[in-house]
């Protein structure tokens, strides 16, 4: 069966579901179209992310189905328009990242950057810094009394040269890098153990699902909808969360504990791959 669609944001998911003959992007209405009062045509599934606009709200009411990602979306969907739940579904985002061994990432990594392998690379990055927490993130690992790790935030090249000048006055420069558009993210997610991100956003961090798939342990705010995904421990009150340094120390002085969080990461992760999300749509699609 054929499906019409419509989407607030566009990502990889939806371009792959695209790829499907059976699926196709809801006609937009034309001037001739609003000029003699056509119906307007209204997609039977839409993915909603982010804020709710007018036009998501005229999608949320027209959709025979609508598709979230986070539990949190789904339940101020459904709150606000009173629809019924069973019409919304959670699909969290795909993580989309080439796998490879983060020991050696790590080891050509350090090598390039002459960090001492032996050290924990905590790990920062967003689209907006600023609102990621990048500050914040900062404060918290300059606080570390545990010397064992070695901090990184990378970012886009206005971001970073605005940090720069920030940070210009404190000597960090033993314990912090910062890089500017760096060519290969994939490869800082791989090379990494901790991803800390005391974000003041709510929408899903990506950014965490991807983290845990490259096998790193992950820190965020409990206002992030991708703390759906991680346990209490590795959840912050606040991006100021004074508990989050006691934590950082705790896992940095405790290798097992570190060892067997950063496993069941991965093994979370592994259940949000690209192929298996869409599969997980794909199964929906054939219920409508």
């Given at each position: 069966?054929?499906?019409?669609?419509?989407?607030?944001?566009?990502?990889?998911?939806?371009?792959?579901?695209?790829k499907q003959d059976n699926i196709s992007l809801v006609s937009k209405s034309s001037f001739m179209d609003k000029l003699l009062f056509k119906k307007k045509e209204h997609?039977?599934?839409?993915?909603h992310t982010g804020t709710i606009d007018n036009i998501a709200s005229e999608n949320i009411k027209n959709a025979k189905k609508i598709i979230v990602n986070s539990k949190t979306s789904k339940e101020e969907i459904s709150q606000k328009f009173n629809i019924d739940e069973n019409s919304i579904e959670v699909i969290y985002p795909a993580v989309d990242i080439e796998y490879k061994k983060p020991k050696e990432v790590k080891?050509?990594?350090?090598?390039?950057f002459n960090i001492d392998p032996k050290k924990k690379i905590i790990f920062f990055t967003g689209r907006n810094l600023k609102a990621s927490g990048?500050?914040?993130f900062i404060n918290i690992v300059m606080q570390l009394a545990n010397n064992n790790f070695f901090?990184?935030?990378?970012?886009?090249?206005?971001?970073?040269?605005?940090l720069k000048f920030q940070l210009s006055k404190f000597n960090l420069e033993d314990k912090l890098l910062l890089l500017e558009d760096y060519e290969d993210i994939d490869e800082l997610f791989l090379a990494s153990d901790?991803?800390?991100?005391?974000?003041?956003?709510?929408?899903?961090?990506?950014?965490v699902l991807k983290a845990m798939f490259c096998k790193s342990v992950v820190?965020?705010?409990v206002n992030n909808a991708s703390k759906e995904l991680i346990d209490v421990f590795s959840t912050m009150e606040s991006p100021n969360d004074r508990s989050m340094q006691f934590k950082l120390e705790a896992i940095l002085q405790n290798k097992d504990d570190m060892k067997l969080i950063k496993k069941q990461n991965r093994k979370i992760a592994k259940n949000y791959t690209l192929e298996k999300q869409l599969e997980k749509i794909n199964s929906i699609l054939e219920t409508i």
């Open positions: 069966m054929s499906h019409t669609i419509s989407f607030k944001a566009k990502n990889r998911l939806i371009e792959e579901l695209l997609a039977k599934v839409y993915f080891l050509q990594f350090c090598e390039k990048v500050i914040e901090a990184l935030v990378a970012g886009e090249k206005k971001q970073i040269t605005n901790i991803f800390l991100l005391p974000t003041h956003t709510k929408s899903f961090a990506l950014n820190f965020t705010t």
